[in-house]
């Protein structure tokens, strides 16, 4: 079965770094658009970034735009999202999925599989 698992989550303060991992397992990775949301509390989850299955097309959210790095490593069928000058507003549980890709462009909704998400937590 397709497992998605994030690493890299963590505490720290306003204008520090984190980076988060996610290992993919049980599917063919290049066939698929990896994407990354997250979820503050009593907030609904929404989209951080997402990377096309050759890693040639990118988006991000307007929040994170400047601030944060989508890759992917298709021979170790691993996702990475670098987030730099993090802000307190960017507390949240971080998500990474997968969707089997249809088009140029990664999805910023419709994922298929999705992992169990980490903490990021940034205080001020």
């Known amino acids: 079965q397709v497992q998605l698992v994030e690493s890299g989550g963590g505490s720290v303060q306003a204008g520090g770094s984190l980076r988060l991992s996610c290992a993919a397992s049980g599917l063919t990775f290049n066939r698929y658009d990896m994407g990354w949301f997250r979820q503050a509390p009593g907030k609904e989850r929404e989209f951080v970034s997402a990377?096309?299955?050759?890693?040639?097309?990118?988006l991000h959210a307007d929040s994170v735009k400047g601030r944060f790095t989508i890759t992917r490593d298709n021979a170790k069928n691993t996702v990475t999202l670098q987030m730099n000058r993090l802000k307190p507003e960017d507390t949240a549980v971080y998500y990474c999925a997968a969707q089997r890709g249809s088009s140029n462009i990664p999805p910023q909704t419709g994922y298929d599989y999705w992992g169990q998400g980490t903490q990021v937590t940034v205080s001020s």
């Open positions: 990377i096309s299955r050759s890693g040639g097309m990118i």
